[in-house]
C-alpha cells in the first residue's frame, strides 16, 4: 500500500466516541485519526453489516483499532476486504461465536431493553465491564453509566442481537498477512484473557499484551497504557 493508511477507532457495544476520548487526541495526526459510526446507523443489523458500511465510508487504506464490538467490526472488514486493512489493532475482544449461555444472558437482557427497563441490566454490568478496584472510581463509572444509558434501549437491542449473530472470525484470521495488535485486560470477565491469547495464536506474528488492573473497558480503565501500545505499535509497523 503505497498511500498513507488512515487510523480509525472501532467503540463497543452500545459506545461512542466517549469510549476513545483518552485515546484519540494522542493518535499520530499523521494517520488522520477519527473514531467510526457506521455501527450507529439504526438501518444496519449485523456484524457484517457494519463492516461493509464502514468500509464504504472510509476510503484507502485503513488501519483499524477496535475495541470489543468495535474488535468484532475490525475482524470482518478485514475478511471481507484484506486489501485495504494495513493492520489490526484488538482490545478486550473475541473471534469466537456466540455461545449458548451468552445468547440466553443477551436475550434476557433484550426483553428488558425492550421494556424500557435499561439500569436493571446496565447498573449491574459495571461489576462485569470493569476491574474490581475502578469499581470504586464514581467518576469512571458514572461516565460508563452515561455512555451505554445515552444508547436508548433501540440501539442495545439492536446491537445486541447483532453480536449474538456473529460470525466465527476465527475461520479467517490465520489468513490475515498484516501487523495485528491484541490487547485485553488482565481481569476481564466478557471477553477473558484466552479468547485474546487464541486471537495472537491464530494470527500470524501478532503482538499481544495482557494489562494489569485493568477490565473489558480498557481505554476508559487504562488509556495510558493504551496509548503508549498503539503508538509504539504504530510505529514498529512504520506507519509513524
Known sequence: MSQSPQLLLLPGLAADERMWRGVL????QALRPVVATAHQDASLHAI?????????QHA??????????GGMIAMEAAR??????AGLALLGTTARPETPDMRALREAAIELFEQGRLREVIEPNVALAFHPRN????????AYLDLVLDAG??????QNRAVIHRPD????????????????????QLTPPEC?????ALVPHADHTVLADSGHMLTMEQPDAVNHLLVQWLARSGWI
Open 80 to 85: 471481507q476486504a484484506p486489501e485495504r486493512i
Open 25 to 28: 487526541p494522542r493518535m499520530p
Open 60 to 69: 484507502g487504506p485503513l488501519v483499524l483499532a477496535g475495541a470489543s464490538m
Open 135 to 142: 469499581t470504586a472510581d464514581p467518576a469512571l463509572v458514572q
Open 48 to 56: 457484517e453489516d457494519f463492516a461493509a458500511r464502514l468500509l464504504a
Open 153 to 158: 434501549a433501540a440501539h442495545l437491542v439492536r
Open 169 to 188: 472470525a476465527r475461520l479467517h484470521l490465520p489468513h490475515i498477512t498484516c501487523p495485528v495488535l491484541v490487547v485485553c485486560g488482565a481481569a476481564d
Open 196 to 200: 485474546s491469547a487464541e486471537i495472537a
